[in-house]
């Protein structure tokens, strides 16, 4: 499977903005999706996940409320749509799948990535 995030940008303090995360191949229904995102000086960070259905999602708590993850198997992309950014917010976000039913919150349990974009919020 390979991944493209996009939709990435410049944007201030309670803005919307949706990260879209394209990939190729023909069993992206049968994983499970995420976000990451990483700071500059800092690790990087859990923060939603859908599984390959799209029933079940799961959030960080520091996007709780103001981020919501969906899923198009039928344009095999997955969306981050985030609202009421804050400049906290700012970092590269990635995507990532793993195969398997279940949601898990650890980068390491993700196989594949994508390239990640750029979400930058100024105050």
């Known amino acids: 499977v390979q991944l493209q995030a996009s939709g990435g940008g410049l944007t201030q303090a309670g803005d919307s903005l949706r990260l879209s995360c394209a990939a190729s191949?023909?069993?992206?229904?049968?994983?499970?999706m995420a976000w990451f995102r990483q700071a500059p000086g800092k690790e990087r960070e859990f923060v939603a996940s859908i599984t390959w259905s799209g029933a079940r999602t799961y959030f960080a708590d520091s996007v709780k409320g103001r981020f919501t993850i969906s899923r198009d198997n039928a344009k095999n992309t997955v969306y981050l749509h985030m609202n009421s950014l804050k400049p906290e917010d700012t970092a590269v976000y990635y995507c990532?799948?793993?195969?398997?039913?279940?949601?898990?919150?650890?980068?390491?349990?993700?196989?594949?990535w994508g390239q990640g974009t750029l979400v930058t919020v100024s105050s």
């Open positions: 191949g023909r069993t992206f229904s049968t994983y499970a």
């Open positions: 990532a799948a793993r195969s398997g039913s279940a949601i898990t919150t650890s980068p390491t349990d993700y196989l594949y």
